[in-house]
C-alpha cells in the first residue's frame, strides 16, 4: 500500500512541479543618456526569447524616480530553468544586436515565497 | 461644444491616472547566513505596510540560485506614489522590529513600459 502510494505521487509530482513557472528578474544599470539605446536592446533580446521554446511573459519595468539604481527591470516567466537556460545560451551565441557599453545586468530566477 | 468635450475629459482623467498603480521593486542583498532574519523582517514590514492607506499587494520573491546577488526581491503595488511614501516614512518611525546589519535595500517605483 505504502509502495503504491509512492508510485502515485512520483506520478503525479513532475506535473505540479512543471505547472509552477520560474520567474526572472533582471535589474539593469544604465549608464546616463543611454536609455533609449537599452530599451532598444531590451526589444531586440525580447523578440528573439519569445520564439524560444519554455517562454510565457515578459514585462520591462522603467524607474519613475530617475536617480534609481535600476532605471530598467526586466521580470519575465519561464517555464522552467531548464528552457530558460538553454534560450539565455542560444541568444548569447545569435544575438546580432550590440550591447550597450557599460550597462550591467544581475539576472537571476526567483520563486514567490510569501503574500 | 469642444468646452464640453474638455470638461468630460477633465472628470475621466483623473480616474484614469488613479487607476494606474505604482509597482514597488525592492532588491535586497543578504548577509549570508541571515536569510531566515531578513524574511521575519520583511513579514513584519508587511504586516505594517498593509494596514496604510493606499496599499495593494506585495509578493516576496527568493532566488532559486545561492549565488544571486540579491538574494530576496520584494514587488510591492500602492495605489500612487503619495501613499507609498506616506506610508514608509509612517514605518521608519514606528516600526519596532530590528533592521538586518549589513542587509542592503535598492527600492525604487517603476512603471511598465514595453511587454
Known sequence: MKHLLISILMLILPTTAMAQNVILINPFEVPKGQEAEAI?????????????????????HQSIQPNA????????????????????????????????????????LYDIIRK
Open 69 to 108: 539604481r535600476f532605471h530598467l527591470i526586466n521580470i519575465a516567466e519561464w517555464e522552467n530553468i531548464e528552457t530558460f537556460k538553454a534560450a539565455t545560451s542560444k541568444m548569447r551565441k545569435e544575438l546580432t544586436q550590440k550591447r550597450i557599453e557599460g550597462m550591467k545586468f544581475y539576472p537571476a
Open 40 to 60: 532598444v536592446y531590451w526589444e531586440a533580446a525580447r523578440d528573439f526569447l519569445q520564439q524560444q521554446p519554455g517562454y510565457v511573459s515578459t514585462e520591462l
